[in-house]
C-alpha cells in the first residue's frame, strides 16, 4: 500500500493492516477445492467459506464507518 499523505500514521497502518489481511485470505481460498472450501468439521462448525463470507459482510458494514472517520480532518484516536 502505497502512503496517503493526508492520513496519520495509525491511519495508514490501519488500511495496511486491512489490505494485507485480504491479501492472506485471498491466498489462502485460491489453493483450496471447492470441498475443502465448503468442510466443516462438525455439524454446526463454520467451513473456511462462511467465515470468510461472514468477514466480507462484517467489512460492508464496518469499513464505511472506518473511511468516514479516517477522512475526518478532526478525528484523532483516543488517548489515555
Request: net charge positive; charged share 25%; glycine share 6%.
Amino acid at each position: 500500500m502505497k502512503p496517503v499523505p493526508m492520513l496519520s500514521a495509525w491511519s495508514q497502518r490501519l488500511l495496511s493492516e486491512l489490505e494485507n489481511a485480504d491479501g492472506r485470505a485471498e491466498r489462502l481460498a485460491r489453493g483450496l477445492t471447492r470441498e475443502q472450501f465448503n468442510w466443516n468439521s462438525r455439524p454446526g462448525a463454520w467451513s473456511i467459506g462462511q467465515c470468510l463470507e461472514h468477514l466480507r459482510i462484517g467489512n460492508e458494514i464496518y469499513l464505511p464507518a472506518i473511511s468516514n472517520s479516517l477522512e475526518d480532518s478532526n478525528h484523532r484516536p483516543f488517548r489515555k
